[in-house]
């Protein structure tokens, strides 16, 4: 007769043929039951230690090496968080300056620039020989006929186009560039010009909304400089410019200095005046020189484009910009023959 047993978990007599373990039938052992995974919260942990370890056996091995590697580290953070510091606070200063002090740009309603660019200093004291030669200081280059009178040809092209423009703010623009001249730019003298010639007629029109950059040392800083002058008169940057020079400088601002930063073409005019008969040839052969140069370094800051420019800074003036400008500190800081690759505010 069968007897039936019963070997289920209720039976009182059942029992376990294997323990509750991982059992190798081969060894006839049991195996060590695996740990579960614990999330991986310790690794970093033990990352960090290992790599102290290593550390420490290195500086052992090589304690001026670690000394120095240590110290450079430090020093790069430290230049960073200088370099970062000192860009949010001027942004963050910026951006409260606009937000928070509409009264602080005296000539908001203004929005298209004239720039006349300087090409001497007024030396005389009396301003009865405003085109006489000898009231100006001149470089050889310059010692022509006629040449002073190109200059107040300049000047009251400047604010003739200003007269006809009620949006224009007129710039003079042009630095302390002659040593024997002594501290006085030519900015100021083409404005101290306009004044003693009453602003040829236009005087209650143009003087209140005629102004001076004076920090440009060559023709591309004429212009970048005066649009960040622009921009710190007004709070804004000019819609359209307008350059005032001699005729055969316009291939050289029109083609060269306006590419450089990026501003649009249909924006950009040039008035240009003639030279004096004297010189013509001989400034014809000068600009083809300097235009190849431009061609070559467009942003002006190497080779023989930076020394001449350096050289017109006999007084060690410190340039301002682009602290006034803040929205193209980049192009300030670019030196290259491609184009700026850069985003600006009137691309």
Known sequence: MK??????????????????????????????????????????IKMLKSLGKRIHNYYKLYPARLFVFSLLIGVIILIVLSISESRFRMMSNYAKFDMGVVDAYPFTKFRNLVMVAGHSVYTSSSCEKVDKEDSWFLESYQKHPGQAATFVD???????????????????SGGETRKDAGPRSEAQSYWTVAESKGWFGKQESVRGRALTEE????????????VCRFRELTGTY??????????????????????AIGFPEKSFFYSGTSSSQTSREAALKGEALVRTQFKEDPYGCKGSLRRKKLGRDPFHRSVPYPNGCPEIEGLFRYCGTAPYPGSLPWA
């Open 154 to 172: 300049h000047i009251r092209k400047g604010v003739e186009i200003t007269a006809a423009d009620d949006d224009a703010l007129l710039l003079f």
């Open 3 to 44: 007897k039936n047993y019963s070997f289920g978990s209720g039976s009182p007599k059942s029992f376990q043929a294997y323990p509750r373990t991982d059992f190798d039938l081969e060894s006839g052992t049991v195996k060590r039951s695996r740990k579960s995974k614990r999330s991986n919260y310790f690794y970093p």
């Open 238 to 259: 000019p819609q359209n410019i307008t350059v005032v020079g001699y005729d055969f400088k316009e291939k050289r601002f029109k083609q060269l200095h306006r590419s």
């Open 215 to 226: 920090h440009a040392r060559d023709s591309f800083e004429n212009l970048l400089f005066s």
